[in-house]
């Protein structure tokens, strides 16, 4: 039985989960385009996101974002559920990025976990997307995929924080690498990807 994340990770790794997909797995990564996707994706499959996303097509950078009004927005993200509630979350995200950091790019170099928790709508697994994919940060995400996925070789833990530890720890104790974000980006990849082919048998 595999005893560490490090085994897991070479055990998804041996499948090729991730052939034909981008390098870091999450599309448009290092995107304000990441930031809204970790919100719409919430209670909901990937599919409808990306139907959202085509609505959203002229408003995906951070100042033609803040041009919409939430009506519009709501119409644009029906696709993705719980527009009611999506919309005004992720405008005001939006508007507190620009008051707090200015712009995009200092986002990314400066937000902290903390102040992204801190923002309404983003819990532990929406805050450690949004700082693997789009701010590039050493962060593993946790989700429902993980616990499965986990579950299915007999390991389980009370809260997200010790799920998160035990996949950071053994990757960092038995991998040597000078992209960590890398490694944690495509192995809730293929975290994500198993799982999917296992739904379908």
């Known amino acids: 039985m595999l005893k560490n994340s490090f085994e897991i990770y070479q055990f998804l790794k041996n499948k090729n989960l991730l052939e034909g997909s981008s390098k870091y797995w999450w599309p448009s990564v290092g995107t304000f385009k990441v930031v809204i996707g970790a919100i ?3 209670n909901t499959t990937w599919k409808n996101v990306e139907k959202s996303f085509k609505n ?6 951070l100042d033609t974002f803040l041009i919409l009004e939430e009506n519009s927005l709501k119409d644009m993200i029906k696709p993705s559920g719980f527009y009611n ?5 992720v405008l005001i995200l939006a508007k507190n990025i620009k008051d707090k950091f200015g712009d995009f790019k200092t ?5 902290s976990r903390e102040w992204l928790l801190s923002q309404k709508g983003i819990g532990k697994e929406s805050a450690d997307a949004i700082l693997c994919y789009a701010c590039f940060r050493d ?6 995929y993980t616990k499965r996925l986990l579950k299915f070789f007999d390991i389980e833990f009370s809260d997200y924080d010790k799920y998160k530890e035990f996949l950071e720890l053994g990757i960092m104790e038995n991998l040597q690498t000078d992209d960590l974000n890398l490694v944690f980006s ?6 994500v990807e198993f799982n999917k082919l296992q739904s379908l048998k």
Do not use: N, S, Y
């Open 139 to 144: 962060e593993m995400v946790v989700d429902t």
């Open 85 to 89: 509630q999506k919309a005004p979350r």
């Open 107 to 111: 986002f990314q170099k400066q937000v």
């Open 40 to 42: 719409l994706t919430q």
């Open 56 to 61: 959203l097509d002229d408003f995906l950078e």
């Open 186 to 191: 495509r192995f809730h990849g293929m975290i």
